[in-house]
């Protein structure tokens, strides 16, 4: 057979042989009631403002904001739009208007975005992964399948396999290559001092630590761990060592079906962000739940199906057929 022929099955096979239809309705799903924790998790403090109380007119406003010429804050209009972004997450999960649902959540996220990064001064970059993927299930059928709008409409084309498998194939390109590429970043900035013993990584885990401040000891206010451990540059080596590693071979994740492999990314990658919020402070501990996208969310599905079944006679009894 020839070569090109064979080029191609192959990279057929790694983008379109995957997943089925039904995976990609419930990643969806799932994905969706997920925003509903994490968009809670980056905005609520919004709401702590009371909504009738003072307007006021913004400092640094973010760059669309000027653009715009939304300059000052109305703190009723957060309230207002952090309820219409809970349910559009919520449509968007149910399926119902997907596609609108999902432009509304871009909408939503933005202004309470610029609102929030209008009171710090400062730009973050913790919704655009979230974003990306969104964009990915806008273009995609997603809508089409395990969703009231496949139920209340007419008929449809059902979706193929391969419609669902490059979607959820372009959501794990994409987070994988975000932590490659992130390195890339490093290394562009700081080269191998970001790494090195005594280096980046030490020097960003003192200034995490005294940014707010010291006791009346000396010690830090926050993150006192942080402090004790730049105190060792061997180990800010090794951890550094760790990320380099990590985020040099996460690519590889893509060529891996093995679920123990899967497993063992989400993992590393999670305690990555748990490690980056303990000790520096860095905002993205909830974005492990993306990488759900590694795993066929229609047989999660079906094993906690099963598994709710298997132990619904322990939580409540059955109703007797009438």
């Not at 099955?9 to 969806?28: D, I, N, T």
């Not at 449809?156 to 390195?183: G, H, N």
């Amino acid at each position: 057979m020839p070569a090109a022929i064979l080029e191609r099955a192959y990279w057929h096979q790694f983008l379109f042989g995957w997943f089925q239809a039904e995976s990609l309705g419930r990643l969806r799903q799932y994905f969706g009631f997920a925003l509903c924790f994490y968009f809670t998790s980056q905005f609520a403090h919004l709401l702590a403002l009371a909504p009738f109380g003072p307007q006021f007119h913004f400092t640094i406003p973010i760059w669309y904001f000027k653009l715009l010429g939304i300059a000052q804050h109305v703190p009723w209009v957060d309230w207002i739009v952090f309820a219409a972004l809970m349910i559009s997450c919520v449509l968007f999960a149910i399926g119902k208007h997907t596609r609108t649902a999902i432009v509304a959540i871009f909408l939503c996220v933005a202004y309470l975005k610029g609102v929030r990064d209008s009171f710090s001064g400062d730009v973050h970059h913790r919704e655009q992964p979230v974003i990306a993927l969104l964009v990915i299930f806008l273009l995609s059928r997603c809508g089409a399948v395990l969703s009231r709008d496949a139920k209340a409409g007419p008929p449809a084309r059902p979706v193929e396999d391969w419609e669902a498998s490059w979607a959820i194939r372009a959501m794990q390109i994409y987070i994988a290559f975000f932590y490659f590429w992130a390195l890339i970043g490093k290394l562009r900035i700081s080269g191998l001092y970001w790494f090195t013993e005594g280096g980046r990584i030490q020097d960003m885990l003192i200034h995490r630590s005294l940014r707010d401040g010291v006791d009346a000891f000396g010690d830090p206010v926050n993150l006192s761990l942080s402090f004790d451990i730049a105190q060792h540059p061997m180990l800010c080596f090794t951890l550094g060592a760790l990320v380099f590693g990590f985020e040099l071979l996460a690519p590889l994740i893509l060529f891996f079906r093995s679920f123990r492999m899967r497993l063992l990314f989400v993992l590393c990658a999670t305690t990555f962000h748990f490690s980056n919020f303990f000790l520096m402070n860095v905002q993205f501990y909830l974005y492990p739940f993306v990488l759900m996208a590694f795993f066929n969310m229609r047989l999660v599905h079906e094993a906690l199906r099963q598994f709710r079944q298997r132990w619904l006679p322990l939580g409540s009894v059955p109703r007797a057929p009438r």
